[in-house]
Antibody
């Protein structure tokens, strides 16, 4: 059974870089699938941040492109998110999740998900 | 970018009743790449439906999805107490996006 677990600082100062890690158990991330990040501001809806294929190809939400980097660490079976120049608008619960690859390079639905981690941007 | 609009924003029903949730896309969703999720307070979303109408593993058959093009529906027959939650639709492909959610609350 595949399980994902997010980890990282719960508080980040404005203008700094948000860094989170997702540890995957029950499956080797180098074997396949997309591995992605989704966030949810308090009381609001879901926003896809980006995804990385097991080969290392990355796909980002155009609204965040330029601030986002997603990378793999296959030795630790982890993937990571870095979001630069954060503001209060980046305060959210951040989820990691797995996606299948469908038709060509398309990113599929998200399943399973990690439990999520709240990151607050505040001085 | 495909924008998904869900309606209604809130749906108030009683256990045992049926629910119909709508998701409308700003442009046609290719190959019916549309999923539905259920989210309860303090929990991560749970996949219910993918490919517009295929139930995910372990999802009861009272949940069903339908639709194509720009109009999609999630139907829940015979609501159980545990079904009251927020439901999101999501289109997937090269740039996934989510609807704003429908809250299903107990009347």
């Amino acid at each position: 059974q595949v399980q994902l677990q997010e980890s990282g600082p719960g508080l980040v100062k404005p203008s700094e870089t948000l860094s989170l890690t997702c540890t995957v158990s029950g499956y080797s991330i180098s074997s396949g699938y997309y591995w992605g990040w989704i966030r949810q501001p308090p009381g609001k809806g879901l926003e896809w941040i980006g995804s990385i294929y097991h080969s290392g190809s990355t796909y980002y939400n155009p609204s965040l492109r330029g601030r986002v980097t997603i990378s793999l660490d296959t030795s630790k079976n982890q993937f990571s998110l870095k979001l630069t120049s954060v503001t209060a608008a980046d305060t959210a619960v951040y989820y990691c999740a797995r996606s299948v690859r469908i038709f060509g390079t398309s990113i599929g639905w998200f399943d399973p998900w990690g439990q999520g981690t709240l990151v607050t941007v505040s001085s | 970018e495909i924008v998904l609009t869900q309606s209604p924003g809130t749906l108030s029903l009683s256990p045992g009743e049926g629910a119909t949730l709508s998701c409308r896309a700003s442009q046609s969703v290719s190959r019916n790449y549309l999923a539905w999720y259920q989210q309860k307070p303090g929990q991560a979303p749970r996949l219910l439906i993918y490919g517009a109408s295929s139930r995910a593993t372990g999802i009861p058959d009272r949940f069903s999805g339908s639709g194509s093009g720009t109009d999609f529906t999630l139907t829940i027959t015979r609501l159980e107490p545990e079904d009251f939650a927020v439901y999101y639709c999501q289109q997937y492909g090269t740039s996934p996006s989510f609807g704003q959610g429908t809250k299903l609350e107990i009347k």
